[in-house]
């Protein structure tokens, strides 16, 4: 059973930044695929960012594009999203998935609420 834990949301002013971590345990973390999702209050879930198992390659969302970075650390079973120039509509709940490939999230975290105030 793999446990994902999200950390470093808050509460930042628009233009300010953040960055989110989710600490992995129960799995072989550097042989997954890794992603960031969100969920802003009345919409479904969206993808934002992904990242292979080896780091090598990324995906975005094109709203975040240029704007969000995810990286990982295997040594340390986590995986970032480095999210800048933020904006009041990328206020949601941030949560991380795990999964065997980047199209196949099948664990998730509890979520960390970014609120981005205009």
């Known amino acids: 059973q793999v446990q994902l834990v999200e950390s470093g949301g808050g509460l930042v002013q628009a233009g300010g930044s953040l960055r989110l971590s989710c600490a992995a345990s129960?799995?072989?973390?550097?042989?997954?695929?890794m992603g960031w999702f969100r969920q802003a209050p009345g919409k479904e879930r969206e993808f934002v960012a992904a990242?292979?198992?080896?780091?090598?390659?990324?995906y975005y969302a094109d709203s975040v594009k240029g704007r969000f970075t995810i990286s990982r650390d295997n040594a340390k079973n986590t995986v970032y999203l480095q999210m800048n120039s933020l904006k009041p509509e990328d206020t949601a709940v941030y949560y991380c998935?795990?999964?065997?490939?980047?199209?196949?999230?099948?664990?998730w975290g509890q979520g960390t609420q970014v609120t981005v105030s205009s």
């Open positions: 998935a795990l999964g065997a490939v980047v199209a196949d999230f099948g664990s």
């Open positions: 129960g799995r072989t973390f550097s042989s997954y695929a």
């Open positions: 990242i292979s198992w080896s780091g090598g390659s990324t």
